[in-house]
């Protein structure tokens, strides 16, 4: 079965800087999807940024940039310019090709500081 | 992007009763599901609700503990039934559009005195 792993259960940065959020998963296949969903204090999911496998560039969505490491089995997103709604919970996900079931990280709370 | 929207978004209950959860999606989709998120944790998947048929449960959920309808492709129900305070959790509505991308709705957070 596969596994999302984030290993970062806090983290904070001052507005403006840069944070990483470090994701590793587990999978025996080669078709999948990764993606990164941001829950703000209001509880809504969104969708943040979105991989397939078979690409080698790295998606990026604005001051959101993933790092992809297929071999390394390891998404990391990059938060640029870190600004006060980037405050959230952020949840790696994986989607097994044909499938529809997304399996979740446990998540990363994100603070940002003025 | 979809638009789902889920009723209530809160609600306290007491033990022993239970409470319907709707979800209405502004257009046509593939796949329906609903999940649940403990206080502080992970989503975990509850049923997958299939348009015209049972829904297909997850390991650890029952039909007769959490009975999912799907009328429609645009619409949902679930409901948590004869409810304990260990069911205290948000519950989460989702639809699938093409690609693998999920989309949420704003969630039901449900407290069980």
């Known amino acids: 079965a596969q596994t999302v792993t984030q290993s970062q259960p806090e983290m904070s940065v001052q507005e403006a800087e840069t944070v990483t959020l470090s994701c590793t998963y587990d999978t025996s296949e080669s078709n999948y999807y990764l993606f990164w969903y941001k829950q703000p204090p209001s509880r809504q999911m969104i969708l943040v940024i979105r991989q397939e496998a078979y690409k080698q560039q790295n998606a990026t969505e604005n001051r959101f940039s993933v790092n992809f490491q297929k071999a390394a089995k390891s998404f990391s997103l990059k938060i640029s310019d870190s600004q006060l709604g980037d405050t959230a919970m952020y949840f790696c996900a994986f989607l097994q090709g044909g499938s529809e079931k997304l399996v979740f990280g446990k998540g990363t709370k994100l603070t940002v500081n003025p | 992007s979809a638009v789902i929207s889920q009723k209530p978004s809160r609600d306290i209950c007491q033990r022993g009763t239970s409470l319907t959860i709707q979800c209405q999606v502004d257009s046509q989709v593939t796949m329906m599901f609903w999940y649940r998120q403990q206080p502080g944790q992970s989503l975990t998947l509850i049923a997958t609700?299939?348009?015209?048929?049972?829904?297909?449960?997850e390991s650890g959920f029952v039909i007769d503990k959490f009975p999912i309808s799907r009328p429609n492709l645009t619409f949902s129900t679930l409901t948590v039934s004869n409810m304990s305070p260990e069911d205290s959790s948000i519950y989460l509505c989702?639809?699938?559009?093409?690609?693998?991308?999920?989309?949420f709705g704003e969630g039901s957070r449900l407290t069980v005195l």
């Open positions: 989702s639809a699938l559009r093409g690609h693998g991308e999920l989309f």
């Open positions: 609700a299939n348009q015209g048929s049972e829904a297909t449960y």
